[in-house]
């Protein structure tokens, strides 16, 4: 987003936050489709190996319209449950092109995804053990877990050695003993340590344990590195080092694969990494309320459509979209949930008056995708921006969505 020559926030030339909330009305998510083709762009370029594929981790934010924007860009899908699975088919992906990597699901949701004839990626030795029983000729993906604490926020870390994901390298004699017993043939391994890497190392290390262990495996295609990758949040934050990380880890994997014997793909996940700057959510004030300490900015949406600041601490950069200049003043903001529900404290913002527009930025990712109709609210509507136009990508919800799957018993 930039200030224009009329003093107006644009999302891209000619096409204003204003004019799209008069448009479409508040709460409303704006996507920037040009910066998830920059982002796809910057990732794929940072690595120089002869074959690499980004996989969208889509859980990020699953509008049909974004994943076929990746699909475009040549990107795979990245799939943790079967419905997404099927967003992804929909969206025109071959089932080849879509790895499917579920945790702790059911032996069912397995079959359907076997059905559908996508990747397969496999998390646990129960299920690794039934699956190669059952489809022995079906190749998988192994999800390992390589016990490298990456990331800062322990609540979206997955790589230590109490998670829940992944089977811990320490069982790889444990895996190959199924392997051979079932004839399973694995096509590939999997790691996926959390999210927000500050540190390229990490990935690196987690790179060298994974690929210590591919000589167990002959029948490799691809060594997928998963995600992690951190996005800036706020003017000057550390991010993960994009280009460096290319460099380094694409001589590491050239050798690799030299001495592996062929060249194999390398996958990376990226779900934050492509659609989160992308993403800004509009708000109305509804309310200036000052109290003895603080000065409240209230806006029509809460946890139910944002609930990254209170889930996990996220922070996300507010601006006051209605004023580019004059006096600022130091804002907590809050929503209308009848619960706490703060989205920043202690925010410099330009004097907010009611009825003015707060832009959350860095909305892409996890943040439509976890909304809900808590307090009985409609889910916002979402806007696509992309080469210069715009596209209602969603409509608000209405009072029948409320009803739609309620059955009123009818002598009650
Ligand atoms: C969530 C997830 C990702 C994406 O993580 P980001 O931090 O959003 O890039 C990638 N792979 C798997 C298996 C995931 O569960």
């Excluded at 359907?112 to 990626?121: D, F, L, M, S, T």
């Excluded at 410099?348 to 008056?353: I, S, Y």
Aim: proline share 3%.
């Amino acid at each position: 987003m930039y200030i224009g020559e009329d003093q107006k926030y644009q999302v891209q030339e000619g096409i204003s936050f204003e004019q799209l909330t008069k448009k479409y009305d508040c709460p409303l998510y704006v996507y920037d489709g040009n910066i998830i083709e920059r982002q796809y762009r910057r990732l794929y370029d940072a690595f120089d190996i002869p074959s690499l594929k980004l996989h969208y981790a889509c859980k990020a934010l699953t509008n049909i319209n974004i994943l076929k924007i990746v699909k475009n860009l040549g990107a795979g899908l990245d799939t943790v449950s079967f419905q997404e699975v099927r967003l992804g088919l929909r969206a025109g992906f071959e089932a080849s092109e879509i790895m499917y990597t579920p945790n702790c699901v059911s032996l069912d949701e397995i079959d359907q995804a076997v059905e559908a004839g996508v990747k397969i990626n496999i998390d646990n030795l129960s299920i690794l053990e039934q699956f190669g029983q059952k489809y022995p000729d079906y190749p998988v993906c192994v999800r390992l877990n390589p016990h490298i604490m990456a990331g800062g926020n322990s609540k979206i870390s997955t790589g230590h050695i109490d998670s829940k994901f992944g089977i811990s390298i320490h069982q790889v004699p444990h895996i190959k003993r199924i392997v051979e017993t079932t004839g399973l043939k694995v096509e590939g391994l999997h790691m996926h340590t959390g999210s927000d890497i500050l540190d390229t190392d990490v990935f690196i290390q987690g790179a060298e344990v994974m690929l210590s262990f591919s000589s167990e495996f002959p029948d490799l295609e691809f060594i997928d590195l998963g995600s992690g990758f951190k996005v800036p949040y706020y003017e000057g934050a550390i991010a993960t080092d994009i280009e460096d990380l290319g460099r380094e880890l694409s001589k590491k994997f050239k050798a690799f694969c030299k001495g592996y014997g062929r060249d194999l793909t390398l996958i990376f996940e990226p779900g934050k990494f492509l659609v989160s700057e992308a993403g800004y959510f509009l708000t109305q004030v509804n309310v200036v309320k000052q109290t003895t300490s603080t000065v409240f900015a209230g806006v029509d949406s809460g946890l139910n459509h944002l609930i990254r600041p209170m889930l996990y601490d996220a922070y996300h950069e507010i601006v006051n979209i209605s004023k580019t200049s004059g006096r600022t003043r130091i804002y907590t903001i809050v929503g209308y949930i009848c619960e706490t529900d703060t989205f920043g404290v202690n925010r410099k913002l330009h004097e907010v008056q009611e009825g003015d527009i707060l832009c959350f930025k860095n909305a892409g990712a996890y943040c439509f995708m976890m909304a809900s109709n808590y307090n009985s609210r409609y889910r916002p509507a979402e806007v696509l921006v992309y080469n210069g136009e715009e596209h209602l990508i969603r409509e608000r919800e209405d009072f029948e969505d409320l009803m739609a799957k309620q059955i009123e018993i009818t002598n009650l």
